[in-house]
T-cell receptor, first 110, second 110 residues
Framework: GENVEQHPSTLSVQEGDSAVIKCTYS??????FPWYKQELGKRPQLIID?????GEKKDQRIAVTLNKTAKHFSLHITETQPEDSAVYFC?????????FGQGTRLTINP | DVKVTQSSRYLVKRTGEKVFLECVQD?????MFWYRQDPGLGLRLIYF???????EKGDIPEGYSVSREKKERFSLILESASTNQTSMYLC?????????FGSGTRLTVV
């Protein structure tokens, strides 16, 4: 079945620096890869996603890159700000459901 | 905007009690899901449903059951609560690929 490995589990960066979180997936037929952000005490919310027909997608300070050959995709956050502190989850579509990675706790240090 | 509402934010129940967690969505979505979230383990799928009265086991269904009598409502049932079911429970619904999560129910079993 589908399996998603997410790294690192925790990440601490200085405000203004960049952060990168990587996920490796198992099903080469997967064609949709979302990223969710969960702030403390709140629900996970979709922040960006990518489909397999493109290699990169950007939305202001966040971007997602996809390498289908290596079966991994990454979240990039540039010019990090305190409000970027959260837990981030990647996911891979399974049969009628999403399979989530283990999550990355990102802390932005002032 | 899709709304997914979980009836309780916090619950404290005793070992052996039967517990009902309720989830309601207002956008006529076919698919609904129950996940539990534990530190370091990410989001693990308990059960999901793709139509009224239909249910499918997820990755960790043991100790749980579900009910979907109406399209908008998906209930998670702990037949006999145990301390290892202390967790954050998240409901979600979707149409197409996009998930919308509820705010979560933090259940403590004592």
């Amino acid at each position: 079945g589908e399996n998603v490995e997410q790294h690192p589990s925790t990440l601490s960066v200085q405000e203004g620096d960049s952060a990168v979180i990587k996920c490796t997936y198992s099903d080469s037929a997967s064609n949709y890869f979302p990223w969710y952000k969960q702030e403390l005490g709140k629900r996970p919310q979709l922040i960006i996603d990518i489909r397999s027909n493109v290699g990169e997608k950007k939305d202001q300070r966040i971007a997602v890159t996809l390498n289908k050959t290596a079966k991994h995709f990454s979240l990039h956050i540039t010019e990090t700000q305190p409000e970027d502190s959260a837990v981030y989850f990647c996911a891979e579509p399974g049969a009628q459901k999403l399979v989530f990675g283990q999550g990355t706790r990102l802390t932005i240090n002032p | 905007d899709v709304k997914v509402t979980q009836s309780s934010r916090y619950l404290v129940k005793r070992t052996g009690e039967k517990v009902f967690l309720e989830c309601v969505q207002d956008m006529d979505h076919e698919n609904m899901f129950w996940y539990r979230q534990d530190p370091g383990l990410g989001l693990r799928l308990i059960y999901f449903s793709y139509d009224v009265k239909m249910k499918e086991k997820g990755d960790i269904p043991e100790g749980y059951s579900v009910s979907r009598e109406k399209k908008e409502r998906f209930s998670l049932i702990l037949e006999s609560a145990s301390t290892n079911q202390t967790s954050m429970y998240l409901c979600a619904s979707k149409r197409g690929v996009g998930y919308t999560f509820g705010s979560g129910t933090r259940l403590t079993v004592v």
